[in-house]
């Protein structure tokens, strides 16, 4: 079955895995020097009407800039050195295909052990003599104006009638973000990062403190 990476939104944003910690491989902070960084991939979407979720290419794009910001500032207590750019659309999706199934696996299971292998990612560091590399997936939605009053009344109506059964909360906002770094040499996940607030997807300053917060007990950034 093949899987996209706003199916993953969707599970998450369904409550499947809400809690918020780091995953962590045996390998050392300080052990990682030389890191290569992968373009940011990045999924916002607009809600206009009802609960349906547009992607929106603006507010992506919006985004995916804060990203770019954060990891220019950040650079050097990541240690990183060179940015990955992958103009072969196919050999992009395996990417975005890989990181889909690492993000699946680490919010499903909550750990590290049960990750699958990632060979594209792993070969792309391999063939640049890289051993980490550092991705980012960034998600999440806002809402046109009054949107949310009308879904949340409809919701509170639902569940009095059910009496609170089979009754779905309806998320104002949401602002979500995953941070990966692989270890091409041990083929595995070294660091595995989120982090999930009902908050504004383009708040370039809260963005700011969560990146920080998602990195806290490895990197602990400045």
Not at 166 to 181: A, K, R
């Amino acid at each position: 079955m093949k899987y996209t990476i706003l199916g993953v939104i969707i599970i998450i944003l369904g409550g499947a895995f809400a809690a918020e910690k780091l995953l962590k491989s045996k390998v050392n902070p300080e052990e990682i020097t030389n890191m290569q960084f992968f373009e940011p991939i990045t999924y916002i979407s607009y809600v206009e009407t009802g609960n349906n979720a547009v992607p929106n290419d603006s507010m992506s794009a919006i985004r995916t800039q804060f990203i770019l910001k954060l990891i220019h500032e950040y650079r050097g207590q990541l240690h990183i050195t060179g940015t990955i750019s992958l103009a072969d659309t196919a050999i992009k999706q395996k990417v975005t295909d890989e990181l889909e199934l690492t993000i699946r696996s680490a919010t499903r299971y909550g750990n590290l052990y049960c990750m699958k292998p990632t060979p594209c990612i792993d070969s792309i560091l391999q063939s640049r003599g890289k051993r980490f590399g550092l991705c980012t997936v960034s998600v999440g939605f806002t809402r046109k104006r009054g949107n949310y009053g009308i879904e949340n009344a409809k919701s509170r109506a639902k569940a009095f009638l059910r009496n609170g059964w089979d009754s779905e909360e309806t998320i104002p906002l949401n602002s979500s973000l995953f941070i990966i770094i692989f270890d091409a040499k041990e083929h595995d996940v070294a660091f595995f990062g989120q982090s999930y607030k009902p908050e504004h997807p383009l708040n370039e300053d809260l963005l700011r403190k969560r990146f920080v917060e998602v990195f806290h007990g490895y990197f602990n950034l400045k």
